[in-house]
């Protein structure tokens, strides 16, 4: 009898220890799916911050290139400015020579 009595109090005690284990797995479940949920929030603001870090980037190189267009553009017109003004000098040194050559032949 005692070998019965004790089998049933351990169930009984099991069964009154059910709905404490019942309610530690359910807080570890929320537990478990709030670090989750908290997982997929970083991930999402991860993911954003990439985004927008990317958007940057892109603007940034894009700002570069044109910058190293606009010094392109002014390198050739400053090129180009000192070739017409090494052709104007060269045209007023031969004017001058010119004038020279006319005031030796007066």
Known sequence: HSLKRDLVNSQVQRARDLPKFEQAVEALAFDKNQ?????????????????RERA????????????????????????KAAGRAAHDSRQLVEELQAKIVALHED
């Open 35 to 51: 670090q989750i949920s908290d997982l997929e929030a970083t991930l999402r603001q991860s993911a954003e911050t990439l985004r």
């Open 56 to 79: 940057a980037f892109d603007l940034a190189d894009s700002a570069a290139r044109i910058e190293a267009q606009a010094l392109t553009h002014r390198q050739s017109e400053t090129e």
